[in-house]
T-cell receptor, first 116, second 113 residues
Framework: AQKITQTQPGMFVQEKEAVTLDCTYD???????LFWYKQPSSGEMIFLIYQGSYDQQNATEGRYSLNFQKARKSANLVISASQLGDSAMYFCAMRDLNTNAGKSTFGDGTTLTVKP | DVKVTQSSRYLVKRTGEKVFLECVQD?????MFWYRQDPGLGLRLIYF???????EKGDIPEGYSVSREKKERFSLILESASTNQTSMYLCASTISGPLVEQYFGPGTRLTVT
């Protein structure tokens, strides 16, 4: 069984600063993917970034990067140069890459508030 | 752009009513999902479907059923709504493949009174 843990229910960051949102995971699957999604107050989940367990390099996508430490089973999201529009709930998720169905396990989420 | 739409943003139903939540995606995705989201509990998978007429139970299927008669449409059915089914319901879809993201609809906030 897969499990995702997000230990920070809420985080605050000053505008233009960087912030790290924590995510640890547990799985027995040999091949897995880790995902981050953003959910603004409007409710719609937006995909941000993903990383495969076999990837040697950390994924980056614009201001988002995924700090993947396989031995520690962590996949933290780093947002650089925070903007007011980054205020949202963020979810870490994972799935077994040996199935095609795309079924994912989600964490409980972290609410990020960016202060002006 | 992939678009996932849900039939209602807000819905209020009475206890015991049969409730249908509809989800439609326009990108020919094989896989579709229904989640419920509750504060402090993240997203929990109710059911998913990897093909027309195919379905599999997720983590919390009790009290729910689903229907997928056409590839683009995935319906969630609450046979007899109860107050503990008051929640935000999110539909998602994805193509088949190893490292692919899910596309979500805007959600339906269901209140059962």
């Amino acid at each position: 069984a897969q499990k995702i843990t997000q230990t920070q229910p809420g985080m605050f960051v000053q505008e233009k600063e960087a912030v790290t949102l924590d995510c640890t995971y547990d799985t027995s699957d040999p091949s897995y993917g880790l995902f981050w999604y953003k959910q603004p107050s409007s409710g719609e989940m937006i995909f941000l970034i993903y990383q495969g367990s076999y990837d040697q390099q950390n994924a980056t996508e614009g201001r988002y990067s995924l700090n993947f430490q396989k031995a520690r089973k962590s996949a933290n999201l780093v947002i650089s140069a925070s903007q007011l529009g980054d205020s949202a709930m963020y979810f870490c998720a994972m799935r077994d890459l040996n199935t095609n169905a795309g079924k994912s396990t989600f964490g409980d989420g972290t609410t990020l508030t960016v202060k002006p | 752009d992939v678009k996932v739409t849900q039939s209602s943003r807000y819905l209020v139903k009475r206890t015991g009513e049969k409730v249908f939540l509809e989800c439609v995606q326009d990108m020919d995705h094989e896989n579709m999902f229904w989640y419920r989201q509750d504060p402090g509990l993240g997203l929990r998978l109710i059911y998913f479907s990897y093909d027309v007429k195919m379905k599999e139970k997720g983590d919390i299927p009790e009290g729910y059923s689903v229907s997928r008669e056409k590839k683009e449409r995935f319906s969630l059915i609450l046979e007899s709504a109860s107050t503990n089914q008051t929640s935000m319901y999110l539909c998602a879809s994805t193509i088949s493949g190893p490292l692919v993201e899910q596309y979500f609809g805007p959600g339906t906030r269901l209140t059962v009174t």
